[in-house]
């Protein structure tokens, strides 16, 4: 069957399309159209279809994860075949993975790392409580969905604990592996530990513990090397939180927290006491089912070379597990939960199961080989024991004793990579060897180690044999850049290629244009170690600082106050006028208008109501007596003017004779409540005034 958008798979699930694929798996995102919802089906891909190995591998996920049901986990709803064709269905939810969102951010605050390592470990508990191990525990396997609930993703590669003993390939991402897995040997639930451990130091620093040119070298450092504490790159992490992370990424499987539930109660303890001394790093006593066995160094050193062969063949096949990883095939980012994973469980190469098979019973005839020996010297078969101290540490670097039991014997040179010089120089020259020291950089190797030598360990020494160290100075330190003024993807291109970590804040600026670089922390010019982090801060250009004038109009004075207030400006200047349409104590106007933008601060100034005005008007009477005629046939227009306050006005006019004489004028308006003056005119002459004139207010 060709799968393409538009197939349907057993007359149910519709293709709509591919979001995702992996070494052993394909992924779809479906429409089930018998529940009418979305989900992701992941198919065998065709060249495994015939493959039985494979095909039992792949039921056996479902199964597997079938049995899961929580909010922290992706359920799996079905799983069939159609055509040779085998597929799971799965909850499909829309997301990005942690990877993503730490490469985004760069790294991420205390509180954010805490919650979401809480539920993926809430996830990783129902797991295991159901006897299933993830192995693969990794921010490409975590999916923050839009609601930013944290999900587990790909349980495919997870298997049940009570049906595996010893795995045969080490599974997952290199960088988040535990050194069990790493070694090909027993993983459990404190494996998923582990991970999550990494996965924690990466949120909070924005940086993998462990960096190699290879996975075979990232591998042993997970097996010999402590991770850089988290508060030597961040101090303002919590100690509480430093060590909860440092006991996940313990050597010892038996050192780390023995159960998800037991680190949940330590994160959430974190958030209400980051300082507290709650968490033990380690343990005295060991658990009841540990295998490890603590020798002193005489019962090391007289088992050595018993044990030499067996620890080739191991390391054999620690390099044939190496390079089986990095053979796995890439998966492309999709924004969707059910994504299969970069590094897809394959099938066991016969002939590394055959290896693996004999390095089995190498290591089971050691482990005979040391019981009986402990036996033997527990009955005095090899004299008198010496007394050892409580604890030994066993590391390289060669010891005195070692050097003396030479003496009398062949001298050999002895292995003193990851040691310090200063603590093992001597020595060799005690030897007969002569010393020579060149100094380089490292990533991996702290300052004053030895990275390499060139003599190898076992060689016979002679007379003037030169031995030439390597010795580490530490990280190369590299001087930032200055890419103040430059435009964000200018100088982020610039740092990473320098090899830092690039972080961005934004933030405004009154100077700098927006999108470019406003400064650096660490500054430009400083000097700092290659891969650590660089914060990029990024203009958003000259902050907008206006808002938008809110309509007064209606309001009363402490209403528009505080409607003011609320936007960030001001009460101006409060001024009354009558106003027959808005009622007393209202704003009538406004001095910004409405819905225009202000600078914060601005005053706005406010016309309020007095209400309704009063109108009045000012009257008088007159009365005439002065006849400005002198004949009973003589006619003429009369027209008085009045003159108040420096204004004046026409009160009355009309045609008049003699008789009509003394004339009563009647009522007349003046214009204030103060005396006036009227004047008398015939056909435009005076001819007769002043006569003063008393008003009196009256309302209309």
């Known amino acids: 069957m060709i799968i393409r958008p538009g197939v349907f798979i057993n007359d149910r699930y519709e293709i709509i399309d591919k979001v995702g694929t992996g070494g052993m798996a394909d992924v779809y995102k479906a429409k089930d159209h018998r529940l009418n919802r979305f989900v992701a089906v992941k198919i065998l891909k065709a060249e495994f279809s015939n493959d039985k190995i494979f095909v039992e591998k792949f039921r056996a996920e479902a199964q597997s994860a079938a049995g899961l049901s929580h909010p922290n986990v992706v359920n799996v709803y079905d799983v069939g075949d159609e055509d040779d064709m085998h597929y799971i269905v799965m909850e499909l939810v829309e997301g990005i993975t942690l990877k993503s969102f730490i490469e985004r951010k760069g790294k991420l605050d205390v509180k954010e790392a805490v919650g979401i390592a809480i539920q993926i470990a809430q996830g990783m508990e129902a797991a295991h409580a159901n006897h299933i191990v993830h192995r693969d525990i990794k921010p490409q396997n975590i999916i923050i969905s839009r609601e930013g609930k944290v999900k587990v993703t790909d349980f495919g590669i997870a298997k049940a604990v009570t049906s595996d003993t010893i795995t045969s390939n080490a599974m997952g991402s290199v960088h988040y592996l535990?050194?069990?897995?790493?070694?090909?040997?027993?993983?459990?639930?404190?494996?998923?530990?582990?991970?999550?451990?990494?996965?924690?130091?990466e949120m909070l620093t924005g940086r993998v513990p462990f960096i190699g040119d290879n996975t075979v070298s990232v591998a042993l450092c997970h097996l010999q090397e402590d991770a850089v504490p988290i508060r030597t790159l961040e101090p303002t992490v919590p100690i509480s939180l430093d060590r909860i992370v440092q006991k996940c990424m313990q050597k010892k499987p038996e050192h780390r927290y023995l159960t998800a539930s037991a680190l949940i109660s330590d994160l959430k303890k974190s958030l209400s006491h980051p300082d507290g001394a709650y968490v033990q790093l380690y343990t005295p006593e060991m658990i009841a089912d540990s295998p490890t066995i603590n020798l002193s160094s005489d019962d090391l050193e007289q088992i050595k070379h018993a044990s030499a062969g067996n620890r080739q063949a191991m390391e054999d096949t620690m390099d044939l597990n190496a390079k089986k990883n990095e053979k796995r095939m890439p998966l492309s980012e999709k924004n969707v939960i059910n994504?299969?994973?970069?590094?897809?469980?394959?099938?066991?190469?016969?002939k590394l199961e055959r290896l693996m098979s004999i390095g089995g019973v190498l290591a089971a005839i050691l482990i005979v080989f040391i019981i009986v020996f402990i036996i033997a010297k527990a009955s005095g078969c090899f004299g008198k024991a010496k007394d050892s101290p409580n604890e030994e540490?066993?590391?390289?670097?060669p010891s005195i004793t070692d050097i003396e039991a030479t003496e009398n014997a062949e001298k050999t040179v002895p292995n003193v990579v990851n040691t310090k010089l200063t603590d093992v120089q001597s020595q060799l020259e005690q030897l007969g060897l002569k010393v020579n020291v060149t100094e380089k950089s490292s990533d991996s190797v702290d300052a004053g180690y030895i990275i390499s030598q060139d003599v190898e360990e076992g060689t016979v020494i002679t007379d003037g044999m030169e031995i030439n160290l390597v010795v580490s100075t530490g990280v190369d330190k590299i001087t930032v850049d200055n890419v103040v003024g430059e435009s964000e993807s200018?100088?982020?291109?610039?740092?990473?290629?320098?090899?830092?970590?690039v972080r961005k804040e934004y933030e405004y600026s009154d100077t700098t244009q927006e999108g470019r670089v406003i400064r650096t922390?660490?500054?430009?010019?400083?000097?700092v170690s290659k891969g650590e982090?660089?914060?990029?801060?990024?203009?958003?250009?000259?902050?907008?600082t206006s808002v938008e004038v809110p309509d007064l109009r209606g309001c009363t004075q402490s209403e528009a106050k505080k409607k003011l207030e609320d936007k960030g400006l001001v009460l101006g200047s409060v001024t009354e006028e009558y106003s027959d349409s808005v009622a007393k104590g209202k704003v009538i106007s406004q001095g910004y208008s409405v819905g225009s933008k202000a600078e914060k601060g601005t005053k706005v100034s406010v016309v309020i109501s007095l209400g309704a005005e009063t109108k009045y008007k000012y009257e008088a009477r007159i009365s005439i007596s002065d006849n400005p005629f002198n004949s009973e046939d003589e006619t003429g227009n009369i027209k008085l003017i009045l003159k108040q306050d420096g204004k004046s006005k026409t009160v009355y006019e009309g045609s008049h004779s003699l008789g009509d004489?003394?004339?009563n004028v009647g009522v007349i308006e003046g214009y204030s409540a103060s005396t006036g003056e009227i004047y008398m005119y015939l056909d435009g002459k005076c001819v007769g005034g002043p006569y003063s004139v008393k008003f009196t207010k009256v309302a209309e």
């Open 178 to 201: 535990s050194p069990e897995q790493a070694r090909g040997g027993f993983s459990d639930e404190k494996s998923d530990i582990y991970s999550l451990g990494v996965t924690m130091y």
């Open 339 to 350: 994504e299969e994973d970069d590094e897809e469980d394959e099938d066991v190469n016969p």
């Open 393 to 397: 540490k066993i590391t390289n670097s």
């Open 490 to 501: 200018s100088a982020e291109s610039t740092l990473r290629a320098r090899g830092f970590i």
């Open 521 to 527: 922390s660490p500054s430009a010019g400083a000097s």
């Open 533 to 544: 982090i660089v914060v990029l801060y990024i203009s958003k250009g000259k902050e907008d």
């Open 661 to 663: 004489f003394p004339l």
